[in-house]
């Protein structure tokens, strides 16, 4: 069995983008549009890394984070913040300092290279 990576976001659109960078490398991915379900299928899924948006509307990918890491069954799971965020700093109540106070393993913006994507979900499996 390969290596499981959940990707949590809203927009349909960039959950496929995402999915189709990480199949290209072999990934099995596990797709969840909102943090509730984002929760759930990490719950029954236990994989092995999280990337995970921060701006949903049913459940912000901040909360989503701190409840992973809670959770003694998924603390150890590896998770990447991929966020709008920065682009949107004057429009949402999210900022930049939320983010860096979670205690999500790696934080990117988007919009990521795929390249950049990759890299650094490499560097976090190999911690593990």
Same mark, same amino acid.
């Given at each position: 069995m390969g290596v499981?990576?959940?990707?949590v976001d809203d927009d349909p659109d960039m959950v496929e983008a995402t999915s189709l960078i990480l199949k290209s490398k072999r990934y099995d991915v596990i797709a969840a549009? $909102? $943090?509730i379900e984002g929760l759930e299928k990490a719950k029954a899924e236990k994989p092995d890394l999280i990337v995970l948006d921060v701006m949903m509307p049913d459940k912000d990918g901040y909360t989503v984070c701190k409840e992973l890491k809670a959770d003694p069954a998924l603390c150890d799971i590896p998770v990447l913040l991929l966020t709008a965020v920065v682009s949107h700093i004057s429009t949402t109540r999210y900022s930049h300092r939320m983010g860096m106070e979670t205690e999500a393993d790696d934080y990117i913006d988007k919009p990521v290279e795929p390249e950049e994507l990759v890299k650094r979900i490499e560097t976090l499996l190999s911690r593990q």
């Open positions: 499981k990576i959940l990707v549009y $909102g $943090g």
